[in-house]
């Protein structure tokens, strides 16, 4: 099966590990959110893409499931204590990526053709595509006002009220080289367990992409399990934005765009309402602590679209 894969940040970094551990390289290709990306200390960081590209080289933090393993802080604490902006932590190793890819792009490099070189000095065989090579910027609309996302995530740790969500650049923005081609020639699509409001409703907005996706072969993975994000401030949104969390709420946002929706054992009885949604239903573990447990899922999603969704 060829598989084109809608990721964001941790969660659907684990999912995608799973499915590249299943799948031959030229048959999973993973499109990854950089609406998060900013300018911080003059570097180009764009968080979903590391996070995707460390997964799958194996070199991730298990703790963070964000940022490098075996990393050193000493830069970072030096920064701080000059009085540098140290609220968002880039390990020593890390900062080599983010050095690295600002002086290519300075260069006049596209990202899509940085990740590619990066993915392969890392070792990682599976196509990892940006949404796209323009640069795009989720602004957060809050009763605080309007925050740049990381200053959101990050500075503020959720803190402030939701009520909207914008994305600086979209209009102008094209898909990455690779990126309709993946969606069009993939047998099915899946979307990761990441943020529907911040990690794939950006790169659903990208201009084509969404009625790629749309075209009845994309599945989604619920990243609500049990009315509580897996992680991050998805559940906190729903509710900010008047909106109970649950998965039935990912489902009725994905409504027109999915046929098939995976959800969690703790979620069995929303079946009912989100089959009455017109989607075929998957009920099995997607909690995903363990590399192990990355593989079964996307073992049983893979079952689920080769069954045609039965
Ligand atoms: N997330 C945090 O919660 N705190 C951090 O200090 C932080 C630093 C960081 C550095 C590099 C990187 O690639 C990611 C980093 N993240 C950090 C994660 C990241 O900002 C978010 O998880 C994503 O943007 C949301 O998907």
Redesign the pocket.
């Known amino acids: 099966m060829i598989i084109a894969a809608l990721a ?3 969660g659907g970094a684990k999912l995608a590990q799973g499915l590249a551990r299943l799948l031959p390289p030229g048959n999973l290709t993973i499109i990854v ?1 950089t609406a ?1 990306d900013f300018e911080h200390l003059g570097l180009r ?7 995707v590209c ?1 997964t799958l080289a194996g070199i991730s933090s298990r703790q ?4 490098r393993a075996n990393e050193s802080w000493n830069t970072i604490t030096a920064l701080g204590q000059l009085g540098g902006p140290a ?5 020593d190793r ?1 900062l080599a ?2 050095l690295e890819r600002t002086r290519r792009l300075h260069r006049g490099e596209p990202l899509s053709q940085v990740v590619r070189e990066f993915s392969d000095a890392w070792g990682i065989e599976h196509l990892i595509l940006p949404m796209t090579d323009s640069p795009v910027a989720t602004i957060v609309r809050t009763n605080e006002g309007d925050l740049a ?2 200053e959101y ?2 500075h503020r ?1 959720c803190r402030p009220r939701v009520h909207g969500f914008e994305f600086l650049g979209i209009d102008a923005a094209l898909p990455a080289p690779g990126v309709v081609e993946a969606l069009t020639s993939a047998d099915a699509i899946i979307i990761c367990p ?2 529907p409001w ?2 794939i409703a950006p790169i659903l907005a990208v201009p084509f992409i969404r009625s790629l996706v749309a075209g009845g072969k994309a599945v989604a993975v619920s990243p609500i399990v049990g009315g509580r994000a897996l992680r ?1 401030p998805a559940a906190k949104m729903y509710s900010e934005m008047g909106m109970k969390p649950s998965a039935l709420a990912v489902a009725t946002q994905y409504q027109d765009l999915v046929g098939g929706f995976v959800m969690d054992h703790g979620d069995v009885e929303l079946t009912e309402a989100i089959r009455e949604l017109g989607m075929q239903t998957l009920v099995c573990s997607t909690v995903m602590h363990s590399l192990r447990d990355r593989r079964q899922l996307a073992g049983d999603v893979l079952d689920f679209l080769q069954a045609g969704w039965k």
């Open positions: 964001g940040g941790v959110n998060d960081i764009c968080p979903d893409l590391d996070t460390y963070t499931g964000w940022g609220w968002f932590r880039i390990g890390d990526t983010h996302f990381q995530f990050v740790e990441s943020n911040v990690s991050g």
